[in-house]
C-alpha cells in the first residue's frame, strides 16, 4: 500500500534528496493516510439514529451565493509546500476521479448512491505537499461558511472536490460550483461554495463546531453533538 502511494505521486521525475520527495517519504513511513475504505456489511451501512431519503435535502445558512465561473477561485493556502490558487479552467484539467458513496446528514436523514465527480484530495495533497507539522485543515465557503477536519479525514481515500452529481454539473443549491465530499463524516463537514481550504498546524472549530456539534462527526459513533466529546 505505501509503495503504492509512492509510485501514484510520481517520485520517479525527482532528485532522490529533493524536500518533496523526503515529505513523501516521510508520509509513507509514518503510514499517513494508509488506511484505506473501511468495508461495511449492507446491514452496517446504514449509521444507527439514521433514516433513508430517495430526495436531497438542501440545508444551508439561508444564503446560497452564486458564483460565476469567470470570477470563481479556490485557494488553497497555509502550511503547504506549494500553495495554489486555482481560476475554473485551471481547476477543471486537474486529474479526475469518480466515487459512489452515501451522505448521512446529522439531522438524521442518509441517502444512498451518490455519483460524484472532482479532485480527489489525495491528488490535491500530491500537488500542494502539506508540510511536516501540518495536522488539519479549515474549509471556508463562499457564503461565510466554515468547518475543520483532522488531515487524515481530509486524506481518506474516497474524500473529493465535487463538481459533477450524477453526471450534471453541481448545482448551486448543493454547493456548485465546487464543494468538498467527505463520506466517512457527517454532512455538515462537506462544505458548499467552497472557497479556500487553508493547512493548519492546530485544530480550530468551524461554524457549527463553535456551536454545539460535535468537532469529529464520525456517524457510526453517533458524534453529534459536542456533549458527546
Ligand atoms: N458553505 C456551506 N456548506 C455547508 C453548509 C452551509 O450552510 N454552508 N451546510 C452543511 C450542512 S449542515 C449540511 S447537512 C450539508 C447539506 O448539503 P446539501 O444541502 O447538499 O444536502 O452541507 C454542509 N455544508
Ligand atoms: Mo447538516
Known sequence: MAEEYEAAGGDDALPADSKLTTTKQRWAREGKFLTGRVTRSENERLPPGQHLVRDWPVLDLGLQPRIPLETWRLDVTGAVETPVSWDWPTFRAQKQTSEVTDIHCVTTWSRYDNRWEGL??????????????????????YDGY???????????????????????PLTLEHGGPVRLMVPHLYFWKSAKWLKKIEFRTSDQRGFWEERGYHNHADPWKEERYSDDE
Not at 484530495?121 to 488539519?136: K, N, Q
Not at 466554515?146 to 450534471?168: K, M, Y
Open 120 to 141: 480527489s484530495t489525495r491528488d490535491l495533497l500530491d500537488i500542494v505537499m502539506p508540510r511536516a507539522e501540518a495536522s488539519h485543515v479549515m474549509l471556508q465557503s
Open 146 to 168: 466554515t468547518t475543520n477536519l483532522p488531515l487524515e479525514d481530509f486524506a481518506a481515500e474516497d474524500a473529493l472536490l465535487v463538481h459533477s452529481w450524477e453526471g450534471q
